[in-house]
């Protein structure tokens, strides 16, 4: 999910560290629209380590999205 929303938000922000905060941010209230969710669900539970992986996860997938950008320009100025 991360990678899908970094994918659309590029389209609308174009500042690199602000897409990626975006698409942290992004998923992590996703994540936590979940959790609220799963709380009234019968048979499921809401629980906070949850929404922290769905948040990291989020992070990880920004991070992928721009290394491979960072690591083409960093061979360029040398």
Known sequence: MGLL???YLKHVVHSSHILAMT???FCSLYGLSDEWHQSYVPGRQSDAMDWLADSIGG???AM???MPTNIRL???RA
């Open 59 to 61: 992070g990880l997938a």
């Open 74 to 76: 960093q061979k360029c």
């Open 5 to 7: 929303a970094a994918r």
């Open 64 to 66: 992928m999205m721009f």
């Open 23 to 25: 698409t942290i941010g």
